[in-house]
């Protein structure tokens, strides 16, 4: 049975993720999010620099070497929010917790030949959301979350903040046979 997504608030993310991070030096729970952005954040912390997505893996992933397979559900090719909490979150945690690679993330969206002829518009606006992030509203409150925080981090500052408006790494979407 197959979890249903949920949208959760950039502030509920980060609060939990920061929290649970300095507690245990794991994100657990955020593994088992129905938050797609939670789980990238969980496998990042397990050492993922590539994120595999496509609707034939599992939805709550799996995570090999350094590659983390999973479904966004139902709505492949509509989750730029998500992505963009995801590397957002990802970019904090590197930062406050000394996580090396976060400028190595590669996003793989994999779509079907009859999918991408169909929504190409889609798949460039992920890769333009994730170009110019900091043109993008959730990009937007997420910094501003971040902003308003600043008493949960030791080592992340509003220059830093100020420093994420572009995803340094890779999205590519693949296209499969139909």
Request: charged share 25%.
């Amino acid at each position: 049975m197959t979890k249903k997504s949920m949208i959760v608030p950039f502030q509920t993310m980060l609060q939990e993720a920061l929290s649970e991070y300095a507690s245990n030096g794991d994100l657990k729970k955020a593994a088992k999010s129905t938050s797609m952005a939670m789980r990238m954040a969980a496998a990042f912390i397990h050492g993922a620099r590539v994120f595999d997505i496509d609707p034939s893996y599992t939805e709550m992933g799996e995570l090999e070497g350094d590659v983390f397979r999973m479904a966004d559900g139902d709505s492949l090719m509509t989750e730029t929010d998500d992505y963009i909490k995801a590397w957002f979150l990802m970019e904090l945690l590197a930062k406050e917790f000394d996580i090396a690679g976060a400028e190595q993330i590669t996003i793989h969206v994999n779509v079907s030949g009859e999918k991408a002829k169909n929504q190409p518009r889609m798949m460039n606006e992920l890769i333009a959301a994730m170009a110019n992030a900091s043109k993008n509203d959730t990009w937007k409150k997420c910094r501003c979350v971040a902003l308003d925080h600043l008493e949960w981090f030791k080592k992340v500052d509003p220059m830093y903040i100020y420093s994420l408006t572009h995803f340094n790494g890779s999205v590519q979407c693949l296209s499969t046979p139909a």
